[in-house]
């Protein structure tokens, strides 16, 4: 694997004195956590997938491009609380990345119930103040900013959020969290919010009249809306309301995995008549099948396909939902075991972290057969023509 981009060493808040300025938490030596795995092509296929990762823009709808401590179960609720998460400068270096959705919220905050307004911009400030600082990353908030990026050897760093708690019922929040950089925000997480509800609940009441606010907020502010775990119906009444289109960033299809977390048709299709898009997800389980039970990216390539298949090749992309270190043990704090029929993994073969799962998608896109053209749609320019269509 390798980049054109050109990587100096900087590793994240070295301008600050570790041990003394910020508590120091022992990460993974490397950015593979698990066996490392690569789709196998023949020789001319290998040079052109290193054409079509140089040669076109390639967009994460979601990730979590940072080192977790090696030892999740002893040391991530006290370095999610310490609010400053290592940026995986080296590991960013060598993926295919052109520009990619940060989350900002793996930090704890201050209570155990999520994220406090104050927890989202003190993060954000701080993980925004560690980018500026360096030269392989920038932090972007327009599409032009995405092309000048990748025009530039660069990777569009863009901050966003998986829900929209921590603004309660104070709607100008929206305008704060979009002057301080957020691109892209959730409507709810799992849990039920203000706004609507999440798809953790065992009834589900749709978007409330003061999410219908937030919408018509978060339209003309130029917002980015992510419904990746809203409900059912929260998610159909967003996209019968919004104006631009929305996104599920990290999903899949219920067809393929009956689980809550994963869309059936109406509501993928919905997204998709936005203009939106849906991106598929690579966390632990979340994108394998009862076809094929173990999670790896043929199973989460199972998802796409189908996707595309549904709703076209203009609203489909990749939103592994990966991060560099014990992703598997992330779950684990929450006791998130596999659904009844899918293969407990330790970790998603091809897919263990941002750097392979973008590698092992454009291999899978070229070894697949795809075109140039429907190439560039889905490794960014789905994704960068609906984000046109709502940033100013």
Known sequence: MGSKKTYDGYESFQYLEAGTDFQTFELPDDYQWGDPYLIELT????????AVAADHLV????????????DMAADFQDYSSEGRLFTAYDA????????????????KGASRNGMKMADV????GTRSTDVAHQDLLVKAGSAGDVRRAFENDQIAWVPAVETARMIENELDRIEVLFGAGIRKL????????????????????????????????????????????????????????SEDPVFLSHNGAQALLNVPRL??????????????VVAITAAPHNSATYETPRHSIESAMEHFEYVRDLVGIDHVSLGPDAMYGDHRGLHRLF??????????????????????AWHNFVRYLVRAGYDDDEIAKVLGENTLRALGEIWP
């Not at 911009?121 to 954000?124: R, S, T």
């Open 43 to 50: 020789e001319e296929e290998e040079a052109r997938a290193a």
């Open 263 to 276: 869309d059936p048709d109406e509501v993928l299709t919905a997204v998709g008549d936005t203009g939106g």
């Open 59 to 70: 967009f994460s709808l979601h990730d979590h491009p940072v080192y977790v401590p090696r």
């Open 121 to 124: 911009l003190y993060e954000l």
């Open 92 to 107: 960013l270096a060598e993926s295919p990345l052109d520009g990619v959705f940060d989350n900002i919220g793996l930090s």
């Open 335 to 356: 006791d998130s075991g596999p659904p009844e029929g899918i293969v407990d993994v330790e970790y998603v073969k091809g897919m263990d972290n941002p750097t392979e």
């Open 186 to 241: 959730g409507i709810t997480y799992s849990e039920s919010n203000a706004l609507g509800s999440g798809l953790g609940e065992t009834r589900d009441a749709g978007l409330t009249r003061f999410g219908e606010r937030a919408v018509e907020r978060m339209n003309d502010v130029g917002m980015a809306i992510g419904l990746s775990h809203a409900s059912d119906q929260t998610t159909l009444d967003v996209c019968e309301l």
